[in-house]
């Protein structure tokens, strides 16, 4: 993790190098308090040197200056790396979410993904800017503290005191388990309540059109009080590990006292260099005192990278970049033998057989449940079928490069969904270096386009989160202009009028034909009424194809489809 962790210094190798540097002087000049006040009290005092007193005192103001611009350049630019590291980290996360299957989407609420890249990766940013500049002045500092003192005031003391360190170290080896544990907690705690504020924010509507605040309350409170509880531990955990390494570190002072006072009854250390120890403890216990503090901030950054790694350590989607390029697709589909299931899940689909000839139509039919929405998403290979094979034009597309297959295949779905920005920006989705007179095409072939000319800001309207600020029908209509952009060989219609009323389905309906004429089209139907004139008609129920026939076909058989036909038809009547 370390290793993965140094990864991200690697684009700012020359300005973290200068950020150690300073914070190696900063480190250094921490001495130079200690030594002046033990030439002070050894030479210039008993000397009566007033000159020489002056000059020192002035030079350590000199080079407590220096020492104020060396912080202010550790602060900024140490802060800037650290934010600089976030960035990329963000990218990379943001990157690896595009490359991640639907599974993973499927198992992950939105929420909670969004703490990842805001609320871990900010902590992370502030460990890597205090963690390198943290070891490394505290470093210096111990380390040369030791050399001071054991050099210049009295070696047999300081080893004293330098053997209580393996205490230290042993305290925070044990609580550390603890505290990373509870520290994990609390960001999953984070993670449900950003996500319960998600899920809250984007059904505002709907809980305000049955009243339901309380009941929205009630569910946050949930995550809310994990939250707090994961919280609680934490500072449970830094509790007894600040309380008692603090007290080791006190103990510090107690072993100066008594072994002091004992060095100075036997004459083993001089007044002078016994009070030099006193006011030079801090330059060891400083640092020691620092790390401490800093524990909290450092687990802080290794869970939330560690939950970044977790993401970053997911399996990819195989898009197999090597496979074959589909060109000048027919549109032929055959489904042979095929059969799926979702992980946590019993059998999806199960032995469905379907051969969809180029340029005609097939209905999708069946109760909710059925297997028709998974039928759709096989095609395109969102997922993986567990057995049997898909064909395109003779092409498995096992072997076929996933995105040249889905260049090839338009998708409109009954939930559309519209990014929050312009009209132009949701249609322009379809094919992002459209020409602007392709772009009308498309909205006029979609029936939108003079709704858009009446809107003041024309196809630079702002559509709003989800398209809040349009109908059903509007949104629908771009959904579709933005598939006569993208110009597929092959259509799927997953239900994309049964959320429509019924003078708004007809309207758009006949958006939809011009769109199917001349492609291979899979519809997924709600509205019987709709697909009477499908070149044939397939009943979905159980993952399996119970009646494959046309509408005239398979009312004669006066089996499952006319069993729902006339059902339907009766409760329209």
């Known amino acids: 993790m370390l290793k993965r962790f140094a990864y991200y210094y690697k684009d700012h ?15 250094l000049i921490g001495l130079g308090y200690p030594i002046l006040t033990r030439k002070l009290l050894n030479d210039f005092i008993p000397s009566g040197n007033v000159k020489a007193i002056v000059l020192a005192g002035s030079g350590l103001l000199l080079i407590y200056a220096i020492r104020m611009l060396l912080r202010f350049f550790v602060q900024y630019y140490g802060h800037v790396i650290g934010v600089h590291m976030q960035a990329k980290m963000r ?47 505290c470093g210096v500092s111990i380390i040369g503290s030791f050399i001071y003192l054991g050099v210049f005031v009295n070696l047999t003391l300081t080893l004293i005191i330098f053997l209580c360190v393996p205490i230290l ?13 509870a520290f994990k907690a609390s960001r999953e705690g984070i993670a449900k309540i950003n996500a319960s504020i998600e899920s809250s924010v984007t059904g505002i509507r709907v809980t305000k059109a049955f009243n339901n605040s309380e009941k929205e309350l009630e569910k946050f409170e949930v995550s809310n009080k994990e939250f707090q509880k994961a919280r609680s531990h934490v500072f449970k955990y830094m509790g007894q590990f600040m309380s008692t390494t603090e007290f080791v570190t006190d103990l510090f002072n107690v072993i100066v006292i008594v072994a002091g006072g004992l060095f100075l009854i036997n004459n083993k250390i001089s007044e002078v260099d016994f009070t030099t120890f006193v006011v030079s403890l801090s330059l060891f216990l400083n640092p020691v ?44 589909v055959l489904l042979k033998n095929v059969s799926f299931h979702y992980e946590t899940s019993e059998e999806i689909l199960h032995d469905v057989n379907l051969n969809i000839k180029a340029g005609t139509v097939l209905a999708l039919v069946g109760p909710s449940g059925g297997g028709k929405t998974t039928l759709c998403h096989i095609i395109p290979a969102f997922y993986r079928v567990n057995e049997g094979d898909i064909y395109i034009d003779n092409h498995n597309i096992n072997d076929i490069n996933l995105l040249s297959l889905r ?19 949701n249609i322009l ?13 498309a909205s006029k072939n979609a029936d939108i386009y003079d709704y858009v000319m009446s809107l003041p800001d024309k196809f630079d309207t702002i559509v709003g989160e989800r398209g809040i600020k349009l109908s059903g029908g509007q949104k629908q209509r771009i959904s579709i202009a933005r598939v006569f952009l993208k110009n597929p060989a092959l259509l799927i219609l997953d239900e994309a009028t049964s959320a429509l009323d019924n003078a708004t389905e007809m309207a758009i309906q006949k958006s939809l034909d011009k769109l199917a004429k001349g492609r291979t089209t899979i519809v997924v ?12 008609i397939a009943y979905v129920e159980d993952g399996e194809i119970k009646e494959v026939g046309t509408h005239e076909n398979l009312l004669s058989k006066k089996g499952r489809y006319y069993a729902l036909y006339q059902a339907q038809f009766k409760e329209e009547d």
């Open 13 to 27: 190798k020359l300005m973290f190098a200068l950020d150690m540097l300073a914070s190696f002087f900063i480190a």
């Open 91 to 137: 990218s990379d996360l943001f990157n690896k979410l595009q490359r991640l299957p639907y599974s993973f989407y499927d198992e992950n609420e939105s929420g909670k993904i969004m703490s990842r890249i805001t609320v871990d990766l900010m902590d992370v940013s502030e460990l890597a800017h205090h963690g390198p500049e943290n070891f490394f002045i």
């Open 169 to 181: 170290i042993c305290i925070s080896a044990i609580l550390r388990k603890r505290m990373l544990n």
């Open 289 to 332: 005192n620092t790390l401490i503090r800093f524990i909290e901030q450092l687990q802080d950054g290794v869970t939330g990278f560690q939950r970044f790694l977790e993401i970053m350590d997911k399996e990819e989607e195989n898009l197999n970049l090597n496979g074959e390029i589909l060109s000048n697709v027919q549109g032929n």
């Open 407 to 425: 260049e090839n295949i338009g998708i409109v779905q009954q939930d559309v969904f519209l990014f929050n920005g312009t009209i132009r920006d």
């Open 429 to 441: 989705y379809g094919k992002l270096n459209a020409t602007e007179e392709e772009l009308i095409e």
């Open 525 to 536: 139907a709600h509205r019987l009424s709709t697909i009477k004139n499908a070149n044939e």
